[in-house]
């Protein structure tokens, strides 16, 4: 079955580390994004990617990097930069048609502790 | 500036009845919108969506109005079902923004058998 597998579900952050997220999908999909969602709010946009070795930032990048070496993949390292990072982190993907919608991950939740 | 604003945050029904969802918008460069619902702790899944050249679009017991000369968009789900309790958020998107879509908040729909 095609989907977009997110890891961890859970991850725990110490004060002043780096994580990343891992995001993979085998859905042949073109394009791939990051969100952020806090609590009682909407997806805001981090970062996103339309094809391999190219990306962009989006609302609320900073604290954060991506990358995009192959079509499947797309990491979201969380920085110390980051000043709030506890939240649920989503990654998606689309075909060109963006009719279809977005093929959500299931979320990894971060807290920095 | 919030350009997709869902300004109920909760909407309760009962079992059966018709559940309306309402979402406005202020960027009139969007020219594609989307209803996607999520469930607690997992990603959104796409519903429906519907293109500004349109007023209308249905999917079984989902239907989406869309105003544009109001920029307002609604759901309504008919019959309502207890399995239709979640999250439900509007996205718009536009064509010259290479398919990332903006969110509003979301709006919690609880319909009580």
């Known amino acids: 079955d095609g989907g977009i597998t997110q890891s961890p579900k859970y991850l725990f952050r110490k004060e002043g580390q780096n994580v990343t997220l891992s995001c993979e999908q085998n859905?042949?999909?073109?394009?791939m994004y990051w969100y952020r969602q806090d609590p009682g709010q909407g997806l805001r946009l981090i970062y996103y990617s339309q094809i391999v070795n190219d990306f962009q930032k989006g609302d609320i990048a900073e604290g954060y990097s991506v990358s995009r070496e192959k079509k499947e993949s797309f990491p979201l390292t969380v920085t110390s930069a980051q000043k709030n990072p506890t939240a649920f982190y989503l990654c998606a993907s689309s075909s060109r048609n963006i009719r279809m919608g977005y093929t959500f991950g299931s979320g990894t939740r971060l807290t920095v502790v | 500036d919030q350009q997709v604003k869902q300004n109920s945050p909760s909407l309760s029904v009962q079992e059966g009845r018709i559940s309306i969802l309402n979402c406005d918008y202020t960027n009139s460069m969007f020219d594609y919108f989307l209803w996607y619902k999520k469930y607690p702790a997992e990603g959104p899944t796409f519903l429906i969506s519907i293109s500004s050249i349109k007023d209308k679009n249905e999917d079984g017991r989902f239907t989406v109005f869309l105003n544009k000369s109001a920029k307002h968009l609604s759901l309504h789900i008919v019959p309502s079902q207890p399995g239709d309790s979640a999250v439900y958020f509007c996205a718009a998107s536009a064509n010259t923004n290479a398919g990332k879509s903006t969110f509003g908040d979301g709006t919690t729909l609880t319909v009580k058998p």
């Open positions: 859905l042949n999909h073109d394009a």
